[in-house]
């Protein structure tokens, strides 16, 4: 099964579960009836993939943050309050489906300790959020800014609406 026949099967599941559109009968179908939401997996790698999708599927993940000049760079458009995504593994399977609850971009040294903690990861000190932060902006930038501490960071919540465990 191609990656785009998998994205498509769990999203037939996904928002059967997440109770998408239950007014289709009264209102007919909505562009949510036929195409999936944008299917992208956390982090730089399957590894990084797969760790940061555990957290999400405990629970211990609500929150991710991305460089804003990335998004500018790959003219793709900044995550929105409601937008929905399916989440995939480091093998590119599907996995969860999320919505996104609150998103805004503030600078990279402003990111607060309740946004470090929800990413649920590390030690979820602000501490340790700046320093893998800081790796990762430089590591994975498709953009030719370099690192700056008031670059503006992309910080989203999301809450799981379904996953393939229940």
Not at 81 to 104: C, F, H, K, M, Y
Not at 123 to 139: C, G, I, K, N, Q
Request: with cysteine; hydrophobic share 40%; glycine share 6%.
């Amino acid at each position: 099964m191609s990656e785009n026949d998998a994205v498509a099967t769990f999203w037939e599941l996904a928002r059967v579960h997440a109770k998408l559109n239950l007014s289709a009968a009264y209102f007919g179908p909505t562009p949510l009836d036929s195409v999936p939401p944008p299917a992208w997996s956390f982090g730089a790698d399957a590894a990084q993939a797969d760790e940061l999708l555990d957290l999400v599927l405990a629970g211990t993940k609500t929150a991710t943050a991305s460089a804003l000049w990335d998004y500018e760079a790959d003219d793709e458009p900044l995550p929105e309050q409601g937008a929905l995504s399916i989440i995939l593994d480091g093998a590119g399977r599907p996995r969860a489906l999320i919505e996104s609850t609150e998103v805004e971009v503030v600078p990279f040294d402003e990111v607060g300790e309740e946004h470090a903690r929800l990413e649920g990861e590390g030690d979820l000190s602000l501490a340790y959020w700046r320093e893998v932060h800081e790796r990762f902006f430089t590591d994975t930038a498709s953009h030719d800014h370099g690192f700056a501490t008031d670059m503006p960071v992309v910080c989203e919540r999301f809450r799981v609406l379904y996953s393939d465990e229940g």
